[in-house]
């Protein structure tokens, strides 16, 4: 077990002495964030993949030219893209924790964007691509925060000691935050604030957990995975917390990280089995809006 993964544990003992499921949870929201993002232009999908090789992969939507961005012995994941869809911020734990680095596609050169001794983690560029904001556990408690794109001018946007705030992401035209949040035990949903932090909303507020949301382009839906009854569905609602629905649900299996594309029309997630394993999974779907999906790159992809 990793120095990272042994100061989680620490810090989610509650979680786990009050419910196992919420523990699992609460590790897999640190460990496997965001899976697959399109990119700007809708030409590529950058993804890892969870329970497998835990590169950074790019791979056009219809499944050709599957690539690894650069291979390291260590975990990279939860990939983003810059709006310019020149560079791509993602987690890694090359220094025995989770740290913050950004990926420059055309000059295929790796730069560290947080050093400290603690975990930093799921960086997410702001509409204008000048400001990252990211979590971070740096307080002894999971806060967020916002840096510049070169990784300097680092501020504490919340302040929560016993509320622990992950996966943030701006809406699109920058004015508010969603997040994961759950007081300390609980379950999670799906939080919205103001950029400075202020007027928090829980969009999600079920007996269920909620997690991994993705806004779509026009900032007018949510996308999101919902726990229910054992499986992790995909549901769309308003960015105001109402039409919730169902968009994905099949039994035996549980869906990922949706994301939304460029164009609005389609979601890109991971899917996996709940027990056990099954050939060719884990591997990345699209879902139109209807609920069709249709496979785009699975595990086989590793032997090409």
């Known amino acids: 077990m990793s120095r990272h993964d042994m100061s989680y544990f620490k810090l989610h ?31 590529k999908i950058a993804f890892f993949y969870i329970h497998a090789i835990e590169d950074i992969y790019l791979v056009n939507p219809d499944g050709s030219q599957f690539e690894v961005i650069e291979k390291h012995p260590e975990r990279d994941f939860a990939p983003q893209w810059s709006p310019d869809g020149q560079n ?7 220094d025995g924790h989770h740290e913050v680095y950004l990926f420059n596609l055309e000059g295929k050169c790796t730069t560290k964007l947080t050093e400290s001794e603690f975990n930093s983690e799921d960086g997410s560029y702001s509409p204008d691509g000048n400001k990252i904001i990211f979590s971070s556990d740096r307080t002894g408690n999971v806060e967020l925060y916002s840096m510049d794109k070169c990784g300097g001018n680092i501020q504490q946007i919340t ?16 004015n508010k935050i969603l997040f994961v949040g759950n007081p300390k035990g ?15 909303i829980n969009l999600t507020n079920t007996p269920d957990s909620e997690f991994h949301h993705s806004i779509s382009p026009d ?19 308003d960015l105001n917390g109402e039409n919730d629905r169902v968009l994905l649900r099949k039994k035996g299996y549980q869906a990922f990280f949706p994301h939304w594309s460029p164009d609005g029309k389609q979601i890109a997630f991971t899917r996996d089995v709940m027990e056990g394993t099954a050939p060719g999974l884990p591997a990345l779907y699209v879902v139109d809006l209807e609920g069709n999906e249709r496979l785009v790159s699975d595990k086989n992809s590793f032997k090409k």
């Open 88 to 94: 791509l911020v993602f987690t890694s734990v090359r």
């Open 159 to 174: 302040f929560t000691p016993d509320f622990d705030e992950r996966t943030p992401r701006w809406s699109t035209d920058g």
């Open 219 to 237: 900032g007018k839906w949510l996308s999101y995975i919902k726990v229910f009854d054992g499986a992790f569905e995909i549901h769309v609602m």
């Open 13 to 43: 003992i509650p979680i786990l002495m009050k419910s196992p499921l919420l523990f699992l949870i609460a590790l897999f929201l640190s460990i496997h964030l965001q899976a697959q993002v399109w990119s700007p232009d809708g030409k």
């Open 186 to 200: 609980e379950k999670f949903d799906v939080w919205s604030m103001d950029a400075d932090g202020k007027n928090r």
